[in-house]
Nanobody
Framework: VQLVESGGGLVQAGASLTLSCAVSGLTFNRHALGWFRQAPGKEREMVAGINWSGSDTHYVESVKGRFTISRDNAKNTAYLHLNSLKPEESAVYFC?????????????????WGQGTQVTISS
């Protein structure tokens, strides 16, 4: 199983980014997916989750209305659209796949992880 994130970079506060997560080695449309982030010295936190079909999504309160998670099951790819970025949201962003089709909320419950993509927001 392989998850490969892309789309990170250095942007100014208020800017937008779209992260992608290309997944291979599993039956993509049977697995819920999550996006997480981890800043230096902080715990990994879930940012957003999506169920197998995309009909159910979840967001951490701090990103509601600014971030959008989506998936394209035909392309085995998940996305995280980030808008109105804040400097404190600088972190490595990871995507992960769960063993189950419904959203899980704890990082430890996700089975497969990508290597992460760095997002840096300057003030």
């Amino acid at each position: 199983v392989q998850l490969v994130e892309s789309g990170g970079g250095l942007v100014q506060a208020g800017a937008s980014l779209t992260l992608s997560c290309a997944v291979s080695g599993l039956t993509f449309n049977r697995h819920a997916l999550g996006w997480f982030r981890q800043a230096p010295g902080k715990e990994r936190e879930m940012v957003a989750g999506i169920n197998w079909s995309g009909s159910d999504t979840h967001y951490v309160e701090s990103v509601k209305g600014r971030f959008t998670i989506s998936r394209d099951n035909a392309k085995n790819t998940a996305y995280l659209h980030l808008n109105s970025l804040k400097p404190e949201e600088s972190a490595v962003y990871f995507c992960a796949a769960a063993r189950v089709s419904y959203i899980l909320f704890a990082p430890g419950l996700y089975e497969y992880w990508g290597q992460g993509t760095q997002v840096t927001i300057s003030s």
